[in-house]
Structures are given as structure tokens and as C-alpha cells.
């Protein structure tokens, strides 16, 4: 699986949890590294839209994400699943948000693997998954 880390999120984090994924075989990329910070998210959107057989996961804080009807079709579209971390991990320093991204990583990499491509969870602080 390819795991792409949105710009409200520390791509040194992203780089981090991609040096732990290799073992699994997953990439995890940060969004900064594959397209400007200043490109849309529909932009970015509708340009991970490579291999449709290759399972494309969004990490973001941004809730917003999907709720403008141009990213929603773009976000249904491309097929990307969407893990939307929830309110309180915007609000963490760094290094917490590191270790419970850590921590949580094998589950939301599982439920990353069994949802349909196009669909959306959410993650809270403790680990809780619900779907979108």
C-alpha cells in the first residue's frame, strides 16, 4: 500500500513511519515531497490517481477534506481511502503526535487494507476507528 501523508502533517513524521513500513511493504510518502505546498487538494487529489489497482491511503488532519462537492467527486473518483485523524491530534506537539501515530500505525494500516477504495474512516486519539 502507498500511505500519503497531507501537508497539515509533519513529513518528517511521514519519512519516519516510511523507513518502519518498508518492513511491511508499504510506502509512505509525504504529500510536500510528490507535489508543490502550494497545489490544491483537488490538484494533489486527482494526481495520485495512478494505478487504480494500487491502494492509495490519505493520512490527514484536515476534516475539511471532501466536503466541497469538487474534492468529494475528485476523492470518489480517484478511489483514494481517506484516514481522517480526528480534532485532537491537531492539537498534539510533535513528539506525541509521533509515538500515537506510531502506536496506532498496524490498526489503521489493517482497516486501510479491508475498506473499499473511495471510502473514508476516522482515527481518534485512542486508537478509536470508526468509518466516515
Known sequence: MRFFFDNDLSFRIAHALGQLAESEGDEVVALRDKFP???????????????PEE????????????????E????????????FLERGWARMKFWDQ??????????????????????????GVSGRIRPV
Open 72 to 83: 468529494l467527486k475528485a476523492w470518489r473518483e480517484t478511489g483514494l481511502t481517506v484516514c
Open 55 to 70: 491502494r492509495r491511503v490519505v493520512i490527514t488532519a484536515d476534516r475539511g477534506i471532501g466536503r466541497k462537492p469538487c
Open 98 to 123: 509521533a509515538w500515537h501515530l506510531i502506536k496506532h500505525w498496524p490498526a489503521i494500516r489493517d482497516y486501510s487494507s479491508r475498506v473499499a477504495g473511495g471510502s473514508g474512516f476516522y482515527v
Open 37 to 51: 505546498q502550494s497545489a490544491t487538494d483537488v490538484d494533489w487529489i486527482n494526481g495520485l490517481n495512478s494505478d
